[in-house]
């Protein structure tokens, strides 16, 4: 008989909970989740791709105002696996190879979703 001794290395559990996409439109990143639009200019995801932080703005500030301030932003996890994006204080994660493979063309989307504690809706 095997016995399991493997332990999670965190002391919480977290659920990844889908709540929406992230495609690129004419160079620039639309991120679309269930409450809000938001936007990664092209400039500002070249910044992400040289794992500097990127600004993230609201689209339908962006279509009133073209120069809007920014709403959040995104960065590259220290592990190298994934994408933070940060809206008005609500973090979102999208993975990192879905995200590259959408900026080459291989993907039309990534994914992205929401953290959150074992046991608590999103």
């Known amino acids: 008989m095997v016995k399991n001794t493997m332990r999670?290395?965190?002391?919480?559990?977290?659920k990844f909970e889908h709540?929406?996409?992230?495609?690129?439109?004419q160079s620039s990143v639309r991120i679309d989740v269930k409450t809000m639009q938001a936007v990664i200019p092209t400039s500002e995801?070249?910044?992400l791709e040289q794992h500097w932080p990127a600004a993230v703005y609201d689209i339908s500030d962006v279509m009133k105002?073209?120069?809007?301030?920014?709403?959040?932003?995104?960065w590259?996890?220290?592990?190298g696996k994934?994408?933070?994006i940060s809206i008005n204080d609500v973090q979102y994660v999208s993975p990192l190879a879905q995200v590259k493979g959408m900026l080459k063309g291989e993907r039309k989307y990534a994914n992205v979703s929401t953290m959150q504690p074992g046991g608590v809706p999103a």
């Open 19 to 25: 709540i929406g996409a992230a495609r690129l439109y």
């Open 76 to 79: 590259i996890t220290r592990s």
């Open 8 to 14: 999670p290395t965190t002391k919480t559990d977290v």
């Open 65 to 74: 105002n073209a120069d809007a301030a920014p709403v959040g932003k995104a």
């Open 82 to 84: 994934a994408v933070m």
């Open 45 to 47: 995801v070249h910044k």
